[in-house]
């Protein structure tokens, strides 16, 4: 489990990334994190997991692979002309386009998808059931360790 000082590691990556991205002027721009820190299943380790979900309350059409694509290779540039993020590398190619990081002041490591939601859904329904049953977070936690 994390600490409270890593948690607030995590938070603050957020909180650089909704900085960085400030100058795009995406519409609607929501930055969601998802995955083991959102879920809390995550270990010291954990990566960030974030969706930029961006321009979906204006029912705009933006969930097609071409825009993700397009869109990352964007938010690549912009994270890398910032000074608070190292080792950017945009992967417009892959199934899930990402934009992989690493928070310079905190180390933190990061993925960040464009529209994407499912994976916030996923990772809300997954707390849900850890909250509902005490065995699905340690079951959650052994899954993850032997995937690894």
């Given amino acids: 489990e994390l600490t409270a000082k890593e948690r607030a590691g995590r938070e603050a990556v957020l909180v650089a990334l909704k900085n960085a991205l400030a100058s795009a002027n995406f519409p609607n721009l929501q930055l969601e994190p998802f995955g083991s820190f959102a ?18 309350k204006t029912g705009f059409k933006k969930n097609s692979v071409e825009f993700a694509s397009s869109t990352v290779t964007q938010i690549g540039r912009l994270l890398h002309k910032s000074s608070t993020f190292n080792n950017v590398l ?59």
């Fill in 90 to 148: 945009a992967i417009a190619s892959a199934r899930v386009p990402i934009v992989k990081f690493v928070h310079h002041p905190t180390g933190i490591h990061g993925d960040l998808s464009v529209n994407n939601p499912i994976s916030v859904y996923n990772t809300k329904l997954l707390h849900m059931y850890s909250l509902v049953d005490p065995r699905v977070r340690p079951l959650g936690y052994a899954i993850k360790t032997w995937a690894k």
């Fill in 39 to 56: 879920n809390n299943f995550g270990f010291k380790k954990s990566d960030l997991d974030v969706a930029a979900l961006i321009g979906r």
